[in-house]
């Protein structure tokens, strides 16, 4: 066949996609603790804090931290950093993120999240709303807080899980991270704190 004309189709993906694909990623919510806990293990945190209440869910860590391109290239699904930047740049620690697909992995527990982070001079917030991103249509931003730095905070990226759909049970939290967490790896603590009441 003889060519008549070229043309170029745009490659569309519908944004519900981004929340099932959240939704569906994990078969488990607590294994999503597994991975924000592993994220702060590639951004070479020394210690890592999971507090677990009734509400609220927040890991906070004192990694790298990111700036700005940072932060952008962490909402970018589907991303190969990890890949090509295989190794952390502080304690050269192989990284076991992979695909930049992990964070929505929140929305299996949880229909809001918020990732507060500070890379030296540079703090922000970026909050993912579950139902404002659905009822956004055709906009991909999600809105974007420049902070003043804590430089009491120091470095380091929090995650805040609200709004939350599941429940966590202490117990099968603390298993998926002794088993899916680098605990034996030098440097490299994670506290499980919990504020619910028994």
Same mark, same amino acid.
């Given at each position: 066949? $003889?060519i008549?004309e070229?043309?170029?189709?745009e490659?569309?993906v519908d #944004?519900?996609h981004?929340v099932?694909?959240? $939704?569906?990623l994990?078969?488990? @919510?607590?294994?999503?603790l597994? +991975?924000?806990?592993n994220n702060a293990? %590639?951004a070479d945190a *020394?210690?890592?804090?999971v %507090?677990i209440s @009734?509400?609220? &869910?927040?890991? /906070?860590?004192? !990694? *790298?931290g ?6 952008k290239?962490?909402? &970018?699904?589907?991303?190969? +950093?990890?890949?090509?930047? @295989?190794r952390s740049p502080?304690f050269g ?6 695909f930049?697909?992990? #964070?929505?992995?929140s929305l299996?527990a949880a ?5 507060? *982070?500070?890379n #030296?001079?540079f703090?922000? /917030? &970026? ?5 404002? =991103?659905?009822? @956004? #249509? %055709?906009? =991909?931003?999600?809105p974007?807080?420049?902070l +003043?730095?804590?430089?009491? /905070?120091g470095? !380091?990226?929090t995650?805040?899980? *609200?709004?939350?759909s599941?429940s966590?049970?202490?117990?099968d &939290?603390?298993?998926k991270?002794? $088993?899916g967490v680098?605990?034996k ?9 919990s504020?619910i009441h028994?």
């Amino acid at each position: 066949m $003889e060519i008549k004309e070229k043309r170029e189709l745009e490659v569309t993906v519908d #944004k519900r996609h981004i929340v099932t694909i959240g $939704e569906r990623l994990y078969t488990e @919510s607590v294994e999503l603790l597994r +991975e924000l806990a592993n994220n702060a293990y %590639d951004a070479d945190a *020394t210690r890592v804090y999971v %507090d677990i209440s @009734s509400d609220k &869910v927040e890991i /906070r860590d004192n !990694g *790298t931290g990111m700036d700005l391109e940072g932060l952008k290239q962490y909402f &970018v699904i589907g991303s190969d +950093e990890k890949v090509v930047h @295989s190794r952390s740049p502080r304690f050269g620690r192989p990284r076991i993120g992979q695909f930049g697909i992990g #964070k929505f992995a929140s929305l299996a527990a949880a229909a809001r999240f918020a990732v507060v *982070t500070q890379n #030296k001079e540079f703090a922000a /917030r &970026v909050v993912f709303d579950k139902r404002t =991103w659905e009822e @956004s #249509k %055709d906009t =991909w931003h999600l809105p974007l807080e420049i902070l +003043e730095p804590d430089l009491e /905070r120091g470095d !380091g990226t929090t995650v805040i899980l *609200t709004h939350l759909s599941k429940s966590f049970d202490l117990e099968d &939290v603390e298993k998926k991270l002794i $088993e899916g967490v680098p605990l034996k790896a030098p440097h490299f603590e994670v506290y499980l704190l919990s504020l619910i009441h028994i």
